[in-house]
């Protein structure tokens, strides 16, 4: 089956500095990869999502970048806030109603 | 649109009983629902995929008897966890892709069930 790694665990930046979230995945035939920021307790909400024809997306101050061959994608948010503080989790899916691989999760610290 | 439900949102037992959590897709139909489990500070693991008319398929480790599935209609899928014990406590989470019949990468979550068992 497929594997996500998610790197780092915890990432900790002062406000408005960047941060990045990186994963890789190992099965070849995944080709949607969401991201979703989860808060204690509540359920995951989709931040930014690619699919595998796309090289990079942008909303707003989320970015989110695919290497096929490479199989990794990274989450970039810049000019980060408090309210950025949260789990972020990325997955990994062979698309259409397909079940969704998780990565472990990066707790992400904005220091004001 | 898209929204999917879960009852109950907590739920206490005590070790050796059953108890069902309940998912609903609101507004659209799903033929295919994910149930994971997510424990303290850990990440979301996919214990089951629940098939409208038909078996669910599970993951590899999880106890299909321990887990039981049930795809009752296009808008329900129960997780039933028989004879629990404290270590089946646990964040119980369901999704639903968007809409049935179309095309649909995306998918829509309940809001947890919390279940611990004394």
């Known amino acids: 089956g497929e594997n996500v790694e998610q790197h780092p665990s915890t990432l900790s930046v002062q406000e408005g500095d960047s941060a990045v979230i990186k994963c890789t995945y190992s099965d070849s035939a995944s080709n949607y990869f969401p991201w979703y920021k989860q808060e204690l307790g509540k359920r995951p909400q989709l931040i930014i999502d690619?699919?595998?024809?796309?090289g990079e997306k942008k909303d707003q101050r989320i970015a989110v970048t695919l290497n096929k061959t490479a199989k990794h994608f990274s989450l970039h948010i810049t000019e980060t806030q408090p309210e950025d503080s949260a789990v972020y989790f990325c997955?990994?899916?062979?698309?259409?109603?397909?079940?969704?691989?998780f990565g472990s999760g990066t707790k992400l610290n904005v220091k004001p | 649109g898209a929204v999917v439900s879960q009852h109950p949102s907590r739920v206490i037992c005590k070790s050796g009983t059953s108890v069902k959590i309940e998912c609903r897709s609101l507004d659209f139909q799903a033929t295919t629902m994910f149930w994971y489990r997510q424990f303290p500070k850990q990440s979301l693991m996919l214990m089951a995929t629940s098939n409208e008319g038909s078996k669910a398929t599970y993951e590899q480790g999880v106890e299909k008897d321990k887990f039981l599935i049930n795809h009752a209609s296009l808008t329900l899928s129960t997780l039933t966890v028989t004879s629990a014990h404290p270590e089946d406590s646990s964040f119980y989470i369901c999704?639903?892709?968007?809409?049935?019949?179309?095309?649909?990468?995306?998918?829509?979550f309940g809001p947890g069930t919390r279940l611990t068992v004394t």
């Open positions: 690619i699919r595998s024809n796309v």
């Open positions: 997955a990994a899916s062979m698309g259409n109603f397909n079940k969704f691989y």
């Open positions: 999704s639903a892709p968007g809409l049935a019949g179309g095309y649909s990468y995306e998918q829509y």
